[in-house]
């Protein structure tokens, strides 16, 4: 089974700059999360989907930050216009109703560097 | 507010030793509990998830306790190697469906584990 996909791994930005994060979550999987790691701190949720409505944003900057799940598969995360303070890895996550019940699988990041 | 936190921020130990990470959460009415892996430059890796109902789960060398009413659960490694060197997270599920959320995990600020040869 394909894990979730993330795109890109590493991406290097100036402030002010907008910047785009793309997940593909694992097949079959209705509910998608996008989390942010800043260094040395445990992650954050930004936004949770469930299939392509949202049900949790309360810690999204929606004055910078947006998110969409247009079709209830892939997912784009972007900032616009990007700070020195979300330089961060940016964790996308899903997952499955069932026998593991809520149980999230990680993707591998997208680390952004705002200079 | 739920809050996690992780004890001690980091640990260095050497080959073969037992070892125990620890974590406390603040708000007792947790759906779960999962401890996760985190490698540097990589993504989570789920280790043990452990319903509210339970007392705890083992994988392998590794056991995770819950103490819901106390707000603790504990991560036990044992014969520990050099290869489980890296950061260990503790997260606490809240599931807000029937007030219209979703299920949200709170993370604690991990563990960073060295096991030297």
């Known amino acids: 089974e394909a894990g979730v996909a993330q795109s890109p791994r590493y991406k290097i930005i100036e402030k002010r700059q907008s910047v785009a994060f793309w997940c593909n979550p694992i097949s079959g999987h209705a509910t998608l999360y996008w989390y942010q790691q800043i260094l040395g701190q445990g992650p954050k949720l930004l936004i949770q989907f469930q299939n392509n409505g949202v049900v949790d944003d309360s810690q999204l900057p929606k004055d910078r930050f947006s998110a969409e799940r247009l079709k209830g598969v892939d997912s784009t995360l972007k900032i616009q216009p990007a700070k020195l303070e979300d330089s961060a890895v940016y964790l996308c996550a899903s997952s499955l109703a069932g026998a593991k019940l809520y149980e999230q699988y990680f993707g591998p990041g997208t680390r952004l560097t705002v200079t | ?117």
């Open chain 2, 1 to 117: 507010k739920q809050e996690v936190t992780q004890i001690p921020a980091a640990l260095s130990v050497p080959e073969g030793e037992n070892l125990v990470l620890n974590c406390s959460f603040t708000d007792s009415a947790i759906y779960n509990l999962q401890w996760f892996r985190q490698d540097p430059g990589k993504g989570l890796t789920s280790l043990l998830l452990i319903q509210s109902s339970q007392r705890e789960q083992t994988s392998g060398r590794l056991n995770a306790s819950l103490d819901k009413s106390s707000g603790r659960s504990t991560l036990y490694i044992a014969a520990s190697q050099p290869g489980d060197s890296a950061t260990y997270l503790c997260a606490v599920m809240l599931l807000l469906i029937l007030t219209g959320g979703g299920n949200k995990l709170t993370f604690g600020t991990g563990t960073q584990l060295k096991v030297e040869l």
